[in-house]
């Protein structure tokens, strides 16, 4: 994981996620499956509220095709929010490569990595991305 | 509705809830089961993380027994966050009455009721509720 | 609840529903917005997937306006499915009420209702029931 | 994919799972995060289920530590419900592999691999898989 600690966190994207109640299964730990939401959040926050907010153009459509996930350590319920740290890798001209930490100051409890292709929703096709999205991207690539 | 308007707002408990993808359905808005858990994020936020992170004595263990929801007005995916305002009404030894609306400054997208009982989990039989819990609950009530 | 008694099984919607793991929250028990799941499943059968097998004319658009729901009795995991038996009562030119119990043969463990208004999708408003709504309704009510 | 054809099928697990409507997501197919709630649904059929119906000894603890997960074809609503079957590789003292497709007779939806390890509940610690519990994966593996 050398290369993670060498990356300075400004390139990283942050989202605060609040354990919900929801969340916690009976094992009395955040289950599996709901990790992905938290994924999803935080890639909704990047993709779609944040660029809202700035008023920026929106990306044109965006489809998962693979998740890859790593489960490193439970996590119970706590007061205060974890953070799903997000960034950019392997930038195509159709598809881009997340990766992710969801994980508090001391402990990591999941990494993962997510292929994202760029998608016409309207053609029901694959699409190139275009240069505004291109440039968002590299605000949080390596 | 004459009541909720002269109740002063400082007397309700607000949770800021962000709208997030999972929550829309096929339809575009927010499905009318998710908004049940806009009620029970804002319920574990009153019960468990302010309590939490006042260091205060948490609630020893309460149970759902009815709710009302009645859902008034549409509500699809926004970038600012949706007010779950939530008061207290008819305090009794061994139960209360939460009420909740969903809103935002200009619109009122949720109106919604729950009876909540005190139940000792480990007896697996109701309870009484303690003097601190008491205390609490009337902090929101009218 | 005389009136369920008398009413015979026969004009009751049943849905077999599964008791998933994901239903089952901290405390052991099936959590209660996880059961509003269930009532909407039943009504995905009962007027989507029951329809569309029979080749029958879908329903032209339905939104929940209200939802009362009651907690009768803990749910845990079990192997066996419960019964979630639904019908019609209440109806309007606009909507219609349905009534459901979650339930197995020797158990009652929810018993909600719901307030269901007929829904022009594409105009976003409201419209009326259609005949052939009318007479499929008609087959769960009373 | 070659392996996958030259397994007989009926080595697989096969769990029917009904598309339910909080599958469906506002771009009108299956969300990716609700897959792997189908991966779960299937699990807890061939774990806890399947083992109570037959009345025989259950696993003594399960987690899942890496889901791999390929997203082949988009899944819309449909009256019949598809197949998840399921296998196990990699058979170790303590854990396994599972593999899985969602799927009908004509297309493959998903594809997917998770890491699962035997863990010790009460103590919170790894464990050694059980001779039932080796006995009942080899039914399922290659």
Same mark, same amino acid.
């Given at each position: 994981?050398?290369?993670?600690?060498?990356? #300075?966190?400004?390139?990283?994207?942050?989202?605060?996620? #609040?354990?919900?109640?929801?969340?916690?299964?009976?094992?009395?730990?955040?289950?599996?499956?709901?990790?992905?939401?938290?994924?999803?959040?935080?890639?909704?926050?990047?993709?779609?509220?944040?660029?809202?907010?700035?008023?920026?153009?929106?990306?044109?459509?965006?489809?998962? #095709?693979?998740?890859?996930?790593?489960?490193?350590?439970?996590?119970?319920?706590?007061?205060?929010?974890?953070?799903?740290? #997000?960034?950019?890798?392997? &930038?195509?001209?159709?598809?881009?490569?997340?990766?992710?930490? &969801?994980?508090?100051?001391?402990?990591?409890?999941?990494?993962?990595?997510?292929? &994202?292709?760029?998608?016409?929703?309207?053609?029901?096709?694959?699409?190139?991305?275009?240069?505004?999205?291109?440039?968002?991207?590299?605000?949080?690539?390596?």
């Amino acid at each position: 994981m050398a290369d993670v600690v060498e990356r #300075t966190p400004a390139q990283r994207h942050i989202y605060l996620r #609040t354990v919900r109640f929801a969340d916690i299964d009976s094992q009395g730990h955040v289950n599996n499956v709901r990790f992905l939401d938290y994924l999803e959040d935080a890639r909704f926050g990047m993709f779609a509220i944040d660029l809202h907010k700035a008023g920026e153009e929106p990306f044109k459509g965006l489809v998962v #095709t693979r998740h890859e996930i790593d489960y490193r350590r439970p996590l119970s319920f706590r007061a205060d929010p974890v953070r799903v740290e #997000t960034w950019v890798e392997e &930038i195509r001209p159709v598809r881009f490569t997340l990766r992710y930490e &969801i994980r508090d100051d001391e402990q990591l409890y999941v990494t993962a990595k997510s292929v &994202i292709a760029a998608y016409d929703v309207e053609r029901a096709a694959p699409r190139r991305l275009g240069e505004g999205e291109l440039t968002y991207l590299k605000r949080y690539s390596v």
